[in-house]
Structures are given as structure tokens and as C-alpha cells.
């Protein structure tokens, strides 16, 4: 699991930031969307240095997203709602100076849920893979992982929804030659948009030392 990114998503303290990327993590998330429990209202007095920066968008106006990405520096753009192929196409263009990487995110409960990646392939860098439910995303719960058994396309993607800190021993176990990183949110908080630091910390080292035993 030493290979895989792990990103935190839903940050939002300047503290609370510092404190989970000394962790060591890849990728930290702000979300963006302003119906999340989690949106970031006003700019973090911190933010990462070490870890890349990735912003959460909904169905945004491309020049919110464009200019989001540029006042907070991102890295990583993630796009968690019904963006076409065509938009994201038009946002690469539009952002290529500052941002890298392109994730688009896809609400999973069956293998026919999986279809709907192929007109993305070849246009995004990663997929991610999360729950659906009701909410965008910060639903703590999780879909049936074998359903990606059936994923065969070739971008790789991050496994999203609800994993949690007694998951370290599933997500050990989790194989898929696509698979680039695990996504860790609303199961390590303890209220929206505050990170516990302890249980972050056990569940990394737990998957790193299992990955060495």
C-alpha cells in the first residue's frame, strides 16, 4: 500500500490541515461545493506545502473553477458532478498553466454504474470511484468494492466512499491493477471538516506495517 496515494479529502481548519499533512499524506482535499457540510467559506490562514492541493467542484461555472484554481494554487482539479466530456476538455485548456491533473468523479453501487467512464477515457487522469447516495460525496457509507471487478478501462482510479478506520485490514486486501489511492473523509472526522489526527495516524501506519510484514 506504500505506492498508492492516500488523499484526505474535506479540509478546511489551517491547524487541522498542518497537522494531517505532517502525516505524511499525498494528496488534501477542499471542497468547494457550497452545499457540502464542508466548504470552505474563506481561505485557510495555512495551506499545504508538501501535499498537492486538490479542489472539489460541482457542476461550477468554468471561470468559478478557473479562478478557485488559481487564488488557492491547485494542483489536482476534481469534478464530482455531471461535467461532459466537453468541459473538462474546455477547463484543461483553460487552467494548464498551474493545474496538472484532472479527476472525475463517478457515484458507484453497480457494474452498470462502470459504463458511463468510457466517453472520460483518455480525457481525465484519474477516475475516482464513490458511493451513490443521496449527497455528493461525505456520505461515510460504502458500495460493494467487487462491482469494480468488472472495470476495464485504463485510467486509473481512486477508491472513494466511506472507508473508514477499522477498514485498513479490507483495503489491504483490495486489488485491482488500476487502483491508484484510496480517499479518506467523513469516517476519520470528528465534525464536518475536522480530521481526527490519532485515528488518521493508527490507519496509516497500520496498512504501512501490514505492507511490510
Known amino acids: 500500500m506504500n505506492s498508492r496515494l492516500i488523499k484526505v479529502c474535506g479540509m478546511r481548519e489551517a491547524d487541522n490541515i498542518r497537522q494531517v499533512e505532517a502525516l505524511g499524506i499525498d494528496w488534501l482535499g477542499f471542497i468547494f461545493w457550497p452545499k457540502s457540510s464542508r466548504f470552505v467559506h474563506e481561505r485557510p490562514t495555512y495551506l499545504p506545502a508538501s501535499a498537492k492541493r486538490v479542489g472539489v467542484f460541482v457542476d461550477a461555472d468554468i471561470e468559478v473553477v478557473r479562478e478557485t484554481a488559481a487564488e488557492y ?48 477515457e483518455g480525457i481525465t487522469d484519474y477516475f475516482l470511484f464513490d458511493t451513490k447516495a443521496k449527497m455528493v460525496g461525505g456520505n461515510g457509507t460504502q458500495f460493494d468494492w467487487t462491482v469494480l471487478n468488472d472495470y476495464q478501462g485504463n485510467t486509473p482510479f481512486i477508491l472513494s466512499g466511506g472507508i473508514g478506520p477499522d477498514d485498513a485490514e479490507k483495503v489491504k486486501a483490495f486489488h485491482h491493477p488500476m487502483l491508484a489511492g484510496i480517499d479518506l473523509n467523513s469516517r476519520f472526522e470528528t465534525v464536518p471538516a475536522h480530521k481526527d489526527v490519532n485515528l488518521l495516524r493508527t490507519f496509516i501506519e497500520t496498512i504501512k506495517n501490514e505492507n511490510n510484514e
Not at 82 to 104: G, Q, T, W
Not at 106 to 120: C, K, R, V
Open 73 to 120: 494554487c491547485l494542483d489536482i482539479i476534481q469534478l464530482h458532478g455531471k461535467e461532459s466530456p466537453a468541459y473538462i476538455k474546455h477547463l484543461r485548456s483553460l487552467c494548464s498553466d498551474h493545474v496538472a491533473v484532472i479527476i472525475k468523479a463517478f457515484n458507484i453501487a453497480t457494474p452498470e454504474d462502470l459504463e458511463q467512464t468510457g466517453s472520460y
